[in-house]
């Protein structure tokens, strides 16, 4: 059921490519922002670069539907639906920050079944296929194997974002008991994740296009993925995400999560 015909897979990247253009046409360049409902900053390049992929659907896949952070919603009971955040991190990329990627997803009948991550900037890709190891610029990647939350190290974009008392007591009790935490990076953590290079990502305030195009490139690269309370993403997620590169660190977390 969940086989990703490869031709979608190839779309998958051009789609990518059209948003990595956009991207580095306005990066480090001074740029007119905006203020979203919810206080995050939105640009000209987000717009842009997610018109462009919505373009390239509509042209190419007009029975697709598609979920994005900027322009909405289309179709979502279609068999087919494109998840698209064009800037993730653009607070990042205001600051010149190398930091941001851009997220496209592929659901099926509501289920992650391709997800991929491009920071164009740096020439960095990772493809994530339901059924096939993730990809990493064409190269298998795995996450590395860590069981032990005081051997793990964590990312976390900002503690601004757990914005409820319990949230924060939850993140402080998880904080206490790893290695080392960074801040910062977005769903770029998730990447590194992937890449073997960080054990633990946690997040709140989350939004389905945060989190759906990630779970095909975690779970490819041997990691798990879910809400707080250990359930699957889905498009009705709660928004907020625990992912690990070791399944035995990624129930530690959870337990520690829900303080028991």
């Not at 945060?210 to 779970?215: I, N």
Request: contains cysteine.
């Amino acid at each position: 059921m969940d086989r990703v015909p490869s031709e979608l897979v190839a779309f998958a990247h051009r789609l990518a490519d059209a948003a990595g253009e956009i991207q580095r046409r306005w990066f480090r360049r001074p740029v007119a922002v905006d203020t979203k409902p919810d206080a995050s900053p939105v640009t000209i390049a987000d717009r842009e670069a997610e018109a462009i992929m919505r373009e390239l659907v509509a042209r190419h896949r007009p029975e697709d539907g598609i979920l994005g952070e900027e322009h909405g919603r289309e179709r979502l009971d279609a068999e087919w639906v494109w998840v698209f955040d064009p800037i993730d991190g653009t607070k990042s990329f205001l600051a010149g920050r190398p930091l941001f990627v851009t997220l496209v997803g592929l659901l099926r009948e509501g289920r992650p079944v391709l997800g991929l991550v491009d920071q164009a900037i740096a020439g960095e890709r990772w493809l994530g296929v339901a059924g096939r190891p993730t990809l990493f610029n064409g190269r298998p990647c795995r996450c590395r194997p860590c069981a032990e939350l005081d051997a793990a190290f964590l990312a976390c974009t900002s503690p601004q974002m757990f914005r409820r008392d319990e949230e924060r007591a939850a993140f402080a009790r998880l904080l206490a008991r790893v290695r080392q935490a960074i801040w910062g990076g977005d769903a770029y953590g998730s990447g590194l994740l992937a890449l073997g290079f960080l054990d633990l990502v946690v997040e709140a305030d989350l939004e389905p296009y945060d989190v759906l195009p990630l779970v095909p490139v975690i779970e490819g690269a041997g990691g798990r993925v879910s809400d707080w309370q250990g359930r699957a993403p889905g498009l009705a997620s709660d928004q907020r995400m625990v992912a690990a590169g070791d399944p035995r660190l990624h129930a530690r977390a959870l337990s520690v999560l829900a303080g028991r």
